[in-house]
Structure formats: structure tokens, C-alpha cells
């Protein structure tokens, strides 16, 4: 009996390898079940795949190696995959550190008469448009009063 591609990559069940564009099955690797996070159906195997980024539109390669960390090291659930290539997450996550740092700075800026804030805080603004972070009104509007308050300062 082969239950979920024990003894066979290509016996794996398609959902998981959910979208993938190419399944390059010679690149197979023997998976670690005791290590994974899984409910029913665990990887036996972990094969190289490519994937569209929902970022930027290009293929990306989630390689065997990549998988193994993955599903054993991060215990990442089984059943969950990128669904961005590796550098459109490293941007989201800068985007992620960038207005998090201007949640944290924005109150204190607006409120004080540091300059160097003001203009730390306008820098992070700049550079979250930079990225191609899509800004509230607000955090557009507080470059305007930020920008302000300097100009006045002066």
C-alpha cells in the first residue's frame, strides 16, 4: 500500500503541490514525518516545484531543501507553501518593519519639537512610498504636517 506517496513521490497527493506550475520529481527527498505539522496527510517526500509569485508575477523554485526547513525546522503546517518568491517576502517584510517603526515614532514626532524625529519619521514615509507600499491618507498627511512643523521650526 502507498498512503500519501509513502513509498513513491508521484503518489503524492496533488493539493500538496496546490498551484505549482512544475513538479520536478527527480529532485526528490525523503521527508521526516515525526518532524512535520500535519493533521491527516504528511510530505513523505519533499520535491522542488515551481510557483507564479503573487507578487510580482514571475516563477519561483520551493526547492526540496527549502521545504525541509520549512515543514521540519519552522513546523510550518504540511499543507501551507510560499505563494511569493523570496524576494517579494523579504520586500513585505521590510514594508512590515518600516510602518511598524512609524506606528511606534508618528505619535512622538507629531507632538515634540525634535527635528531629527520629525525628520526620521518623514524618511520612514519615504522610503515605506519607495518600496511601493500602498499609504493611508493619513500617513500622507502627516508628512504634510510633519514637513510643516519643520519648515515652521526654522
Known amino acids: 500500500m502507498n498512503n500519501f506517496g509513502e513509498k513513491d513521490p508521484k503518489s503524492m497527493p496533488d493539493h500538496l503541490f496546490y498551484g505549482a506550475t512544475k513538479i ?6 525523503r521527508a521526516d514525518i515525526n518532524k512535520q505539522n500535519y493533521t491527516v496527510c504528511p510530505r513523505h517526500w519533499y520535491i522542488t516545484a515551481t510557483f507564479t509569485c503573487q507578487g510580482c508575477g514571475n516563477p519561483f523554485l520551493f526547492t526540496a531543501s527549502e521545504q525541509q526547513i520549512w515543514y ?4 510550518f503546517f504540511v499543507y501551507s507553501q510560499p505563494n511569493k518568491c523570496l524576494e ?5 517584510r521590510h514594508v512590515k518593519q518600516l510602518r511598524q517603526e512609524y506606528d511606534v515614532k508618528i505619535a512622538e514626532a507629531l507632538a515634540a519639537d525634535d ?3 520629525k525628520k526620521a519619521v ?4 519615504d522610503a515605506l512610498e ?17 514637513l510643516r512643523q519643520i519648515a515652521n521650526q526654522e
Open 24 to 29: 520536478a520529481y527527480a529532485t526528490a527527498e
Open 72 to 75: 521540519e525546522e519552522y513546523r
Open 88 to 92: 517579494c517576502r523579504r520586500l513585505a
Open 115 to 117: 527635528q531629527e524625529l
Open 122 to 125: 518623514i524618511a520612514i514615509v
Open 130 to 146: 519607495e518600496a511601493g507600499a500602498t499609504l493611508a491618507d493619513g500617513v500622507q498627511e502627516n508628512r504634510l504636517l510633519l
